[in-house]
């Protein structure tokens, strides 16, 4: 597994992690983020001057700061679902993708196939379709 796949893992664990705790990401300062990141790459032996940290770091500090868009990107895509019934695990992975999606270079079908990846790993059976599906009417607005 690259290195890039492995941060956006930490992210989005550390996404989920955040909504699990039922802190609200809006709310939560950075250096709370910081040490919820710690705690996921920690588990995983990442330390924090490892590149895996940095780019989840990254992620992490970018989704915060653009949780708005971000959300209401997916809010417009995920017909016939409200919000606050998809699962903290699936919004977690689709807010790394959607971050990626609008506000990076890296091409749609690499994140787009990282999302699907990591929901597979992560995620409920039918997460994968459903995540594909949001980030696909994403990915044709860009």
């Known amino acids: 597994m690259g290195m890039r796949r492995k941060g956006r893992e930490v992210?989005?664990?550390t996404l989920y992690s955040i909504e699990f705790l039922d802190n609200d990401i809006?709310?939560?300062?950075e250096d709370g983020?910081?040490?919820?990141?710690?705690?996921?790459?920690?588990?995983?032996?990442?330390?924090?001057?490892?590149?895996?940290?940095?780019?989840?770091?990254?992620?992490?500090?970018?989704?915060?700061l653009?949780?708005?868009p971000i959300d209401e990107k997916i809010k417009a895509h995920s017909?016939?679902?409200?919000?606050?019934?998809?699962?903290?695990?699936?919004?977690?992975?689709?807010r790394v993708a959607v971050?990626?999606?609008i506000y990076t270079e890296t091409a749609p079908p690499i994140i787009m196939n990282e999302a699907i990846e990591i929901a597979?790993?992560?995620?409920?059976?039918?997460s994968g379709k459903f995540i594909n599906g949001v980030l696909n009417a994403i990915a044709k607005e860009k």
């Not at 809006?26 to 300062?29: I, S, W």
């Open 66 to 68: 653009h949780i708005d």
């Open 11 to 13: 992210a989005v664990q």
């Open 26 to 29: 809006r709310l939560l300062p």
């Open 33 to 64: 983020a910081l040490k919820i990141l710690e705690s996921v790459a920690a588990d995983k032996e990442i330390l924090p001057d490892n590149q895996i940290f940095e780019f989840a770091s990254d992620i992490v500090r970018n989704v915060i």
């Open 99 to 101: 971050y990626e999606l």
């Open 79 to 94: 017909t016939n679902w409200s919000f606050e019934r998809i699962a903290k695990l699936d919004v977690s992975v689709m």
């Open 120 to 126: 597979k790993k992560y995620c409920s059976e039918s």
